[in-house]
């Protein structure tokens, strides 16, 4: 079958150690360049991921007429403007997470996309598209722990490293987007609704100025979502949703290696189950549900207002955190 032809704006790790991987060995996607801010990086990926065409620019590969899609790992603060960018060139676009550094970006970018109908847009969370999460799904969907009233995740990294785009803020950096928009995402996508309002408590390192621990409470119609991410400690995650009748436990609920099978169970009285997942890789089911999606000229899985919708929520943690008090939405 045909194949989108993918060009992959920077050689950021996240790209060249996983979504690139992945997107070569789908079955709708072809990556046909890659791009670097120096010729000679985006040749040394290019060669060592058997990528046909390298460019030193970003802007000589958005100017590759046989290019379809883009693909952007760039650092956070510029996610906004090379999805512009890239639209303006006539490209799809897949933008890593978070799409901007706030909600007024993410709306900016929305207006933008108004002059391109047929052009799609969609921010890279991939954890969605793992099978797991269509167990937990049908789970919550058939009854099998009552009505949902809490979540809780948690999601931390150790990363100290104070040249890391994490640890910056001019690049975007700090745990709530780096880590915690993970939590949000996930809370919202499992209540199918949004927060009514939110509270969130922030420590910065003292160094760098970033969030490196942060803790929110998102109030649903329906219930409530707690979560905890942060960039300095022990690196763990885990989902927990609560029913009136039981309870699921996710552990590894964003990122599960695509070597090794997920583990999901519920709890419900004395009922219990075990799921095992397959091993896939949900990097690639992304990738090729994204290309089958503008081959079948159809909305992509995801639509750019839910993105939106995340970094309002986001915004509503940071105010919140900065004024010790509650945010309505």
């Given at each position: 079958m045909k194949k989108i032809s993918w060009g992959v704006l920077s050689?950021?790790?996240?790209?060249?150690?996983?979504?690139?991987?992945?997107?070569?060995?789908?079955?709708?996607?072809?990556?046909?360049?890659?791009?670097?801010?120096?010729?000679?990086?985006?040749?040394?990926?290019?060669?060592?991921?058997?990528?046909?065409?390298?460019?030193?620019?970003?802007?000589?590969?958005?100017?590759?007429?046989?290019?379809?899609?883009?693909?952007?790992?760039?650092?956070?603060?510029?996610?906004?403007?090379?999805?512009?960018?890239?639209?303006?060139?006539?490209?799809?676009?897949?933008?890593?997470?978070?799409?901007?550094?706030?909600?007024?970006?993410?709306?900016?970018?929305?207006?933008?996309?108004?002059?391109?109908?047929?052009?799609?847009?969609?921010?890279?969370?991939?954890?969605?598209?793992h099978p797991q999460w269509h167990s937990v799904r049908q789970w919550i969907s058939d009854g099998t722990i009552g009505e949902v009233r809490h979540v809780h995740s948690i999601f931390s990294i150790c990363n100290v490293d104070p040249g890391d785009i994490r640890n910056r803020r001019e690049t975007g950096g700090g745990g709530l987007l780096d880590v915690g928009c993970y939590c949000i995402s996930l809370s919202r996508f499992l209540f199918d609704d949004e927060p009514k309002r939110v509270f969130g408590a922030m420590a910065h390192d003292p160094r760098s100025g970033v969030d490196h621990l942060t803790s929110g409470i998102l109030e649903f119609e329906q219930g409530t979502a707690t979560f905890t991410c942060s960039l300095h400690l022990e690196r763990h995650q885990h989902a927990e949703i609560y029913g009136n009748r039981g309870r699921i436990d996710v552990a590894c609920p964003f990122t599960p290696p695509r070597d090794h099978a997920a583990k999901i169970c519920y709890h419900a009285g004395s009922d219990y189950e075990e799921v095992i997942c397959e091993t896939c890789d949900h990097y690639a089911i992304q990738g090729d549900l994204f290309s089958r999606a503008l081959l079948e000229d159809r909305a992509v899985p995801t639509p750019l207002e839910d993105a939106v919708s995340n970094m309002r929520v986001i915004d509503g943690i940071v105010t919140s955190a900065r004024e010790g008090s509650w945010v309505t939405l």
């Open positions: 050689t950021a790790r996240i790209g060249t150690e996983k979504v690139i991987p992945a997107l070569q060995r789908g079955t709708c996607s072809q990556i046909h360049a890659i791009a670097s801010r120096t010729g000679e990086k985006a040749q040394q990926v290019a060669h060592r991921l058997g990528i046909p065409r390298a460019y030193g620019s970003y802007e000589a590969l958005l100017a590759d007429p046989d290019i379809e899609a883009v693909y952007i790992p760039l650092p956070n603060h510029l996610h906004v403007a090379w999805t512009i960018r890239a639209l303006e060139a006539g490209k799809h676009v897949l933008c890593e997470k978070p799409l901007g550094l706030d909600g007024g970006e993410a709306a900016r970018l929305i207006e933008e996309t108004k002059k391109y109908p047929d052009l799609r847009v969609m921010e890279a969370f991939m954890y969605r598209f």
